[in-house]
């Protein structure tokens, strides 16, 4: 075993050739050249909460992208003190920090969840270290940009089945609905209830067969989610001929907000319900269908 190289110091070697005490004390006056990456764990975080994104900090402290990503995930316990130094002199100015109810980040999260779309995956889309969503998931606000973050992770995977059978049956086995099961402009309403909200109610026997009731539809091509086109097409047409959204939402008891989502042409997929009562609606100028109803 090596001992201390300091004169008069038997004790064993930490670091360097010096022991912990020779070591601790030499770090201390600012001699070392390896510093414990917390507190630089710690600036990346606030500089991230601040709205700086990996590749904003590298192009400011000249750190590659992959090493703050490793710093930020813990994988570094000790690091450069010239990569500490270098980080820390990013400036930032701290502002209040802007928050939202969690409810609409958790709903995303659980219903990609239920496509198989397991939280570590959707961490690492999403650019955070792994753990971040979940622990998001159960606080009461969070920030808008992680907020905004998830929004955009739904919005382009809502679409698409995941990678984890398990994940799904996990989140099926909690009851959490999937993408289909909520109206666009619900999920963010602390009031809204998906549409299928007695699943909760439903005994073991039900779920089984209600879920091979739906793996028959599929299989029949049969999907409860339907392209927006001919629907979006058809509430353009009764817009040319004079409707209003609300006229719209009225007549076929589609809320306004999906209706404006609906022709907005921001998603490519619409609940089966909705777009057959969209459809359903005759194609007449709303002068003629204001005199039909008098």
Not at 95 to 121: N, Q
Request: with cysteine; glycine share 6%; charged share 25%.
């Amino acid at each position: 075993m090596s001992i201390c190289i300091r004169p008069n110091c038997a004790d064993p070697v930490l670091y360097t050739g010096l022991c912990s005490f020779h070591y601790t004390k030499l770090h201390i006056a600012g001699g070392t050249r390896m510093v414990p990456a917390a507190n630089t764990r710690r600036r990346i975080q606030e500089l991230h909460d601040a709205g700086l994104t990996y590749q904003r900090i590298s192009q400011l402290s000249g750190v590659t992208v992959e090493c703050l990503r490793r710093i930020r995930q813990g994988q570094y316990a000790r690091i450069r003190r010239r990569t500490a130094h270098a980080i820390a002199s990013v400036p930032f100015t701290p502002t209040p920090a802007r928050s939202v109810p969690s409810i609409g980040l958790r709903r995303r999260a659980r219903a990609l969840a239920r496509l198989g779309w397991p939280f570590k995956t959707l961490d690492a889309e999403a650019g955070w270290y792994p753990g971040r969503l979940s622990q998001l998931m159960y606080e009461d606000t969070t920030a808008v940009a992680d907020h905004e973050a998830v929004c955009s992770l739904y919005d382009r995977l809502y679409l698409t089945p995941g990678p984890s059978t398990r994940a799904r049956k996990w989140a099926e086995a909690r009851g959490w609905p999937a993408p289909f099961d909520w109206d666009d402009n619900a999920l963010d309403d602390p009031d809204a209830q998906p549409y299928n909200a007695t699943r909760d109610h439903l005994t073991a026997a039900q779920r089984r067969a209600r879920k091979a009731a739906n793996d028959k539809a599929r299989k029949r091509g049969i999907y409860r989610r339907v392209p927006v086109g001919p629907a979006r097409e058809h509430a353009h047409q009764l817009q040319a001929m004079g409707w209003l959204l609300r006229d719209i939402a009225a007549a076929s008891g589609v809320p306004v907000d999906t209706v404006r989502n609906v022709t907005a042409r921001s998603r490519n997929g619409v609940i089966r319900e909705v777009a057959d009562a969209i459809l359903a609606l005759p194609l007449a100028p709303k002068t003629a269908r204001e005199g039909t109803a008098a």
